[in-house]
């Protein structure tokens, strides 16, 4: 298993539709994050989340809702998304959520919003 | 201003060569700086990581820091085509973990 697993791979919605993404970390840290990666863009960090408790919302619209059931999973789930939306959607963890304890990523979900 | 610059090539080089990618920052809070390489199809992953000003080598790659010019780079000696990616550089201060991104430099090393 790699450190960081995001399922699905590639995800194909319609506006209307509900989907979640899937995050799970195997490396046992207490920080995990969402980060929005568009082309030409910087990443742009949505959510955090420390020992399960929120602690940055982005300023991200309500259409993208973060869940933490616990430290080693992490859900976006998705509604009525607009095609600005489409994007790979990275999940993160860390160690700790502190200056300077780097990321590590997994490989992204492709999302396409039609 | 966007706080943390970056050229976002692509940089097309030789196999051999010796790569310089570059960031500049505005934020003179920033105390961590990181590279980040991300290949096609794949999530970015930690290269380089660095504290404050200096020098940090690690095999074939050299990170810099310069505080005072508020300017970071990244040095490639001996490129390989297995170094064709996107290379990210990241930047955070002591408060959280809330790093800021460049927007990456694409680099393309031709066989």
């Known amino acids: 298993e790699t450190g960081v697993t995001q399922t699905p791979r590639h995800l194909v919605m319609g506006m209307t539709n509900k989907k979640s993404l899937k995050c799970e970390q195997h490396l046992g840290h207490n920080a995990m994050y969402w980060y929005k990666q568009s082309a030409k863009k910087p990443l742009e960090l949505m959510f955090v989340y420390s020992l399960e408790e929120r602690v940055e919302n982005n300023s991200v619209p309500s259409r993208f809702s973060p869940e933490c059931p616990n430290s080693s999973h992490l859900f976006l789930h998705l509604h009525t998304l607009q095609p600005e939306d489409s994007a790979l959607y990275l999940c993160?963890?860390?160690?700790?959520?502190?200056?300077?304890?780097?990321?590590?990523f997994g490989n992204g979900t492709r999302l396409t919003v039609t | 201003q966007k706080e943390v610059e970056q050229d976002p090539g692509p940089l097309s080089v030789p196999e051999g060569a010796i790569v310089s990618l570059n960031c500049t920052y505005s934020n003179s809070a920033f105390q961590y700086f990181m590279w980040y390489r991300q290949y096609s199809r794949k999530g970015p992953e930690l290269l380089m990581y660095t504290y404050s000003s200096g020098n940090k080598e690690d095999g074939r790659f050299t990170a810099q820091v310069d505080k005072s010019s508020k300017y970071i780079s990244l040095f490639i000696r001996d490129s390989q085509p297995s170094d064709s990616a996107t290379y990210l550089c990241?930047?955070?201060?002591?408060?959280?973990?809330?790093?800021?991104f460049g927007g990456g430099t694409r680099l393309m090393v031709k066989p």
């Open positions: 990241a930047m955070s201060s002591n408060a959280g973990n809330m790093l800021t």
């Open positions: 993160a963890s860390s160690q700790e959520q502190q200056g300077g304890t780097p990321l590590h």
